[in-house]
């Protein structure tokens, strides 16, 4: 089970750090991936890491701004956003892919079932 915090409210220009932690079993079987979702848009790809964190992706329009990481040793996933902008406005949801998922991972939100219930990111102008 994965749990994702460290959302709330903030100003443009602002950075945040989001927590992606798993319950019941090691984050490290598991590579994870960060998605958005907007309000009326679809669920959108942010970001990926591999199981042993030496593999990452980002969405093209998104790099230089996020920075995933993870801790195995915490049990946790960490994505750093830098220069909050309202268009970043957003719930932000964890996924888990196992050990036999292929990496590069896909970046379809459909092909995850393992989510973590998301944390809310608003930013003021």
């Known amino acids: 089970q994965l749990q994702a915090s460290g959302g709330g409210l903030v100003q443009a220009g602002d950075s945040l750090r989001l927590s992606c932690v798993a319950s019941?079993?090691?984050?490290?079987?598991?590579?994870v991936l960060w998605f958005r979702q907007a309000p009326g848009k679809e669920r959108e790809f942010v970001a990926a890491?591999?199981?042993?964190?030496?593999?990452?992706e980002y969405e093209d329009a998104l790099k230089g701004r996020f920075s995933i990481s993870r801790d195995n040793t915490k049990n946790a996933v960490y994505l750093l956003v830098n220069s909050l902008d309202p268009e970043d406005t957003a719930v932000y949801y964890c996924a888990a892919a196992s050990y036999g998922s292929s990496w590069p991972l896909s970046k379809s939100a459909w092909a995850y079932n393992n989510w973590g219930q998301g944390t809310q990111v608003t930013v003021s102008s």
């Open positions: 019941g079993r090691p984050i490290s079987e598991y590579a």
């Open positions: 890491i591999s199981w042993s964190g030496r593999g990452i």
